[in-house]
């Protein structure tokens, strides 16, 4: 069952939508057209509802907050190394928004964007053209992002993107997941599997270093289940505030379970999570007066491997021309 209502309006004066996904297990996904925003994710647990999803009521708390809440990021999720593109020989400069370096796809990336939003039964489906140069990528970009509640409890994002010429497309959701609920506190008390054998080390600016290393004997190793706080009694975790790093699948296969019986399977067809456990999650107000601080979620976004400082293009994450390429990530919810 899907429902709708007016959500509020931009400072610009644009009305946001928010859309309500029901399915007959009770559990329900409200998502926003502004950034193709992932609002609520709420869980029936046993008659008495928890939210797992960390968000705001209103929009001008989306609008005035950084942080990227359960947004949809593009065109390039994650750091692109001093903001240059090198694409078919040319050289496009990306907006700085990361001291020297572009991060999530700028300024006004996706995640500032009201999308055209169209509707079925338990589907909500957003559609937006990025202009050729926006934030300084090159090609007219035209992507749909699409967020289906099934009964069999899964939530599925499928991003669609094609465009006019050569250029890159990496879209992710950012989603800040607290599976004790998100007014709980901290998450580190999860306990987190990936069916990753490899991360991408990083340098003090977070930038990819350049190559993949393997897990085995790291703080990185989460192909047996453990819990988060684990990681952080190590020095070199410590040393970052966190992780905030990207694990390559040898599988699309990831678990995060928390303290109540609440499970998130995730399935995806991309290489690689970048899991982020809210390092720079200033303390501020969300929803119904909660208040969220650093490690009261963690992220895990789905996407392409990272553009390294050498300057190479993961292959995943080149689009041609007119060639049409699909994402897709499921998060299924169990709730013991
Ligand atoms: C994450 C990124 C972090 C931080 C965060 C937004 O995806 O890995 O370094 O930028 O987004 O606050």
Request: charged share 20%; net charge negative.
């Amino acid at each position: 069952m899907l429902s709708k209502e007016l959500f509020g309006t931009t400072s610009y004066g644009v009305p946001v939508t928010l859309f309500r996904i029901t399915n007959q297990n009770g559990i329900s996904v409200a998502v926003l057209n502004y950034g193709c925003t992932l609002q609520s994710v709420c869980l029936p647990h046993h008659g008495a509802p928890i939210d797992v999803c960390l968000g705001y009521d209103t929009i001008e708390a989306y609008e005035t907050n950084d942080g990227y809440l359960g947004a949809m990021i593009g065109r390039y999720a994650g750091r692109i190394p001093d903001a240059a593109l090198v694409l078919d020989a040319h050289r496009y400069l990306l907006c700085r928004n990361d001291g020297v370096n572009h991060l999530h796809g700028g300024r006004i990336g996706f995640d500032r964007h009201v999308f055209r939003a169209s509707t079925s039964e338990n589907s909500v489906e957003f559609s937006y053209t990025s202009p050729n140069l926006e934030e300084g990528y090159p090609s007219t970009l035209s992507v749909t992002v699409r967020y289906t509640l099934t009964e069999n409890d899964t939530l599925r994002i499928e991003c669609e993107g094609i465009a006019d010429g050569l250029t890159v497309w990496n879209p992710t959701n950012h989603a800040y997941w607290n599976l004790n609920g998100h007014d709980s506190g901290s998450v580190l008390s999860h306990t987190l599997r990936i069916a990753a054998d490899r991360y991408v080390p990083v340098d003090r600016n977070l930038i990819a270093l350049g190559y993949e290393k393997g897990v085995d004997g790291t703080p990185y190793d989460f192909r047996t289940a453990k819990q988060l706080s684990d990681g952080f009694l190590t020095n070199e975790i410590r040393a970052s505030s966190g992780y905030d790093h990207c694990f390559v699948f040898s599988e699309g296969e990831a678990e995060l379970k928390g303290n109540c019986g609440i499970r998130m399977q995730i399935r995806t067809d991309c290489k690689a999570v970048q899991v982020y456990t809210a390092n720079f999650l200033s303390e501020r107000f969300g929803k119904h007066g909660a208040v969220y601080r650093p490690h009261d979620a963690i992220c895990l976004e789905t996407e392409s491997r990272p553009m390294m400082r050498i300057g190479t293009i993961p292959e995943e994450s080149q689009l041609f021309p007119f060639q049409r390429k699909t994402h897709c990530t499921e998060f299924r919810f169990i709730d013991e």
